[in-house]
């Protein structure tokens, strides 16, 4: 078996419903395989075909949503509970457009030419511009035989209503459900580019976005079972990004809910780089709107907890969640009141680049943790290999099938990489920064389960113990040895020159 999960194959069956019975019945599942498993338990179905033994895959993507979100969220929680976290997920840059390329495509911003949400070096125009469109999880899963949804936010600067590439109402290769919006941060008064028909929604409760997709999510599985179709699902939240809109049933939710103020609240941490290091004390008004937005932000993720739970339940009444890989996460982290910065991102900070992902499905071990570095390029392969589809080799990314199926980590990459171009200078970007939120200039950084070391533009450089600093707050750089720092650089410069998995994947072990 290829540890980059090339010739990985997941045994096909229809395994009991997502209940707490996974746990139990795990050990039954890896010993005797999915197919046997599901002939020995009651209610189990008739051995599917080729095509339906390939499982359904949900992938639920959040925008903004930092780890300490989670606790609020007790549907994400059972996730958990039934399916396997990782510790240590991060993202290619703590930025919307980025991140989601790298996510589309399994490939880092190096390679995709997207640093930003628009310009030259970002956004939907240069994403597609650059036939980023023509090879990513879509295609290749809907060439594999895959129906394929996408539903809720695209990339920054898709309009539903623009004309692309000759095609008005544009709607993207591979997929066969697209139920996307533009400017849906507010939730409210926004269009939808319904399958090339764009649809305005209003003002009215029932035109809460997310709840929108969560409808057309139920609606999208329930035809996919009955066509007897392996299907994948994205639905991708606009929540809980700015300006923080809750369902107006939340809105009076979490009375008195301040945001968490650990070790680094208010505190700059040591020898901090120059675009932090001038950073003063948060005022006493600054604290209390820090406060009102974290708690919109719990509001607000209410609604995508209750999607989660519409979407088990939806799966469980069409007889597939047996066969469906249920899969949560973030597109980047996010900050409060963290280093004396007002809400933001873009950071190097683990408030911003490290986020959950959490997987649930049928013989992945419940209740476990994975440790070990991994990032959003490596959701592409993962993808691929549960649906059996080929990934190319130009893919930067690995599979986490091995990660996910084997009790302990087999050899694994050392280190994860982050990518970004600043400061942000566009005042009509959704997330340009606001003031005193950090807007950092260009800098690479390696993030292994132990450090973060980022060196800057300008040759500033930070470097975090996170073993005895978990809160990232002594930069002990200067004090490295001269031997160290040159292996860090070395490393860092690797990673950032990759092409390719086999490239890539050698680079990933340089750093120690």
């Not at 194959?9 to 890896?30: C, E, H, Q, W, Y």
């Not at 500033?460 to 113990?465: F, G, L, S």
């Amino acid at each position: 078996m290829d540890i980059r999960g090339r010739s990985w194959t997941v045994a096909g069956g229809a395994p009991p419903r997502r209940t707490r019975l996974i746990a139990a019945v795990t050990a039954l599942v890896l010993a005797v395989g999915l197919g046997a498993a599901a002939c020995a338990l009651p209610g189990a179905q008739a051995a599917p075909s080729a095509e339906q033994a390939k499982p359904n895959i949900v992938f639920v993507l959040t925008d903004d949503l930092a780890t300490n979100l989670v606790q609020y969220m007790p549907h994400v929680q059972e996730l958990a509970k039934a399916g396997t976290s990782f510790s240590n997920y991060t993202v290619t840059d703590s930025l919307c457009c980025p991140s989601r390329s790298s996510i589309f495509t399994g490939r880092f911003p190096h390679n995709t030419g997207i640093y930003t949400n628009g310009g030259d070096d970002g956004g939907f125009g240069t994403f597609n511009g650059k036939g980023e469109e023509n090879d990513t999880t879509a295609t290749s899963l809907r060439h594999a035989g895959y129906r394929t949804g996408m539903m809720g936010k695209y990339l920054n600067g898709y309009q539903p209503g623009g004309t692309v590439d000759g095609q008005a109402n544009y709607v993207p290769p591979g997929w066969d459900e697209w139920d996307v919006a533009g400017n849906g941060y507010p939730e409210f008064d926004y269009d939808l580019n319904e399958n090339h028909k764009v649809v305005h929604h209003g003002s009215q409760p029932k035109d809460y976005l997310t709840d929108v997709l969560s409808g057309k999510a139920s609606d999208f599985i329930t035809s996919s079972a009955t066509a007897h179709s392996p299907f994948f699902l994205e639905v991708a939240s606009f929540a809980p990004h700015a300006p923080y809109t809750p369902a107006p049933q939340d809105a009076s939710s979490f009375p008195g809910l301040k945001a968490p103020q650990g070790a680094a609240y208010d505190t700059l941490p040591s020898d901090a780089p120059a675009w932090l290091a001038d950073r003063t004390p948060l005022t006493d008004k600054e604290k209390q709107k820090i406060d009102t937005a974290f708690r919109k932000r719990v509001q607000a993720v209410q609604s995508v907890d209750r999607m989660i739970a519409s979407i088990e339940d939806t799966l469980s009444k069409a007889g597939v969640a047996g066969n469906t890989e249920i899969v949560f996460s973030s597109d980047n982290g996010y900050h409060m009141g963290e280093y004396r910065l007002t809400p933001g991102k873009m950071t190097a900070f683990d408030t911003d680049v490290r986020v959950p992902l959490v997987v649930s499905g049928p013989g992945i071990p419940a209740g476990r943790t994975v440790a070990a570095p991994v990032e959003n390029i490596d959701l592409r392969p993962t993808f691929a290999e549960l649906g059996k589809a080929d990934t190319p080799s130009s893919v930067d990314g690995n599979s986490l099938v091995p990660l996910l199926r084997r009790q302990s980590p087999p050899d694994w990459r050392t280190a994860a990489l982050v990518e970004h171009h600043g400061p942000d200078t566009t005042p009509e970007d959704p997330d340009f920064p606001a003031a005193n939120s950090g807007n950092p200039p260009s800098y690479q950084a390696l993030r292994t389960a132990d450090y973060t070391y980022v060196e800057y533009t300008g040759g500033a450089k930070e470097y975090y113990d996170r073993r005895t600093d978990p809160s990232e707050l002594h930069n002990t750089a200067s004090k490295l040895p001269a031997a160290t720092l040159t292996m860090l650089h070395n490393a860092l410069q690797a990673m950032s020159a990759c092409h390719g998995q086999d490239a890539c994947w050698s680079a990933a072990h340089q750093a120690h």
